[in-house]
């Protein structure tokens, strides 16, 4: 959302298989910008489905190296912390410091660009090799558009995990259907309830542990 209310000042080179007439686009008027975007992934989402709508966002992030994606997602995350327009759970950091005192392998499994949850993640405590998330190639030491699979979306989060574990999964934690598939081949999956009746009935019916939105 903070590249494109900036104007997207990395345009990939691909970028009209995204956005038709996009030399057309507003880029110095971003909130046209973003109704534009914003617009395009809503119809994806409505037509095509959940997956194919977050896996359009990919030329979003691309068009920038690999170390410029890290260091500016960092910026925007301590910007967004300092004006209290995101902010970690306390329960989810206790939870953290308690896994780690135990000896617990930790896993953050994303929709998100993996190098912009990297960015953050030690922060927490934890190693930048944790982070299973959207990977993107890289040419030229840019990053592209294209994604490379498993895409950590539903299964994709399940076959990311068995690529870089041979170990039981023993605890999963989501909040959207994207991580059913998840919580369901954990031994325990813990729904962080957002209000989703439907999500909610399945996961109990799968005997996950139901844990209310944290405030």
Same mark, same amino acid.
């Given at each position: $959302?903070?590249?494109?209310?900036?104007?997207?000042?990395? !345009?990939?080179?691909?970028?009209?298989?995204?956005?038709?007439?996009?030399?057309?686009?507003?880029?110095?008027?971003?909130?046209?910008?973003?109704?534009?975007?914003?617009?395009? #992934?809503?119809?994806?989402?409505?037509?095509?489905? $959940?997956?194919?709508? #977050?896996?359009?966002?990919?030329?979003?992030?691309?068009?920038?190296?690999?170390?410029?994606?890290?260091?500016?997602?960092?910026?925007?995350? *301590?910007?967004?912390?300092?004006?209290?327009?995101? #902010?970690?759970?306390?329960? $989810?950091?206790?939870?953290?410091? %308690?896994?780690?005192? *135990?000896?617990?392998?930790?896993?953050?499994?994303?929709?998100?660009?993996?190098? &912009?949850?990297?960015?953050?993640?030690?922060?927490?405590?934890?190693?930048?090799?944790?982070?299973?998330?959207?990977?993107?190639?890289?040419?030229? *030491?840019?990053?592209?558009?294209?994604?490379?699979?498993? #895409?950590?979306?539903?299964?994709?989060? !399940?076959? &990311?995990?068995?690529?870089?574990?041979?170990?039981?999964?023993?605890? &999963? %934690?989501?909040?959207?259907?994207?991580?059913?598939?998840?919580?369901?081949? &954990?031994?325990?999956?813990?729904?962080?309830?957002?209000? *989703?009746?439907?999500?909610?009935?399945?996961?109990?019916?799968?005997?996950?542990?139901?844990?209310? !939105?944290?405030?």
């Amino acid at each position: $959302m903070q590249l494109v209310e900036e104007g997207l000042e990395k !345009v990939p080179s691909d970028i009209e298989e995204f956005l038709p007439n996009a030399k057309m686009l507003p880029r110095d008027n971003p909130p046209l910008l973003s109704e534009i975007i914003w617009k395009r #992934y809503e119809s994806i989402l409505k037509t095509e489905g $959940m997956e194919t709508a #977050y896996r359009w966002t990919s030329f979003l992030f691309s068009g920038w190296t690999p170390d410029e994606f890290e260091s500016k997602s960092l910026k925007v995350w *301590n910007q967004k912390c300092k004006d209290k327009k995101i #902010y970690p759970y306390k329960p $989810m950091i206790s939870l953290l410091e %308690f896994l780690k005192l *135990n000896h617990w392998t930790i896993y953050v499994i994303t929709a998100s660009p993996t190098i &912009a949850i990297q960015s953050v993640i030690p922060i927490f405590g934890l190693e930048k090799n944790c982070v299973l998330g959207m990977n993107l190639k890289v040419e030229e *030491n840019t990053l592209s558009s294209i994604i490379l699979d498993p #895409y950590t979306y539903g299964n994709g989060k !399940v076959e &990311a995990y068995k690529n870089n574990s041979k170990n039981r999964l023993d605890l &999963a %934690f989501g909040d959207t259907r994207n991580d059913l598939p998840l919580l369901r081949f &954990a031994q325990r999956g813990i729904l962080i309830d957002r209000g *989703n009746q439907e999500l909610r009935d399945e996961c109990k019916g799968l005997g996950n542990y139901i844990q209310p !939105v944290f405030k």
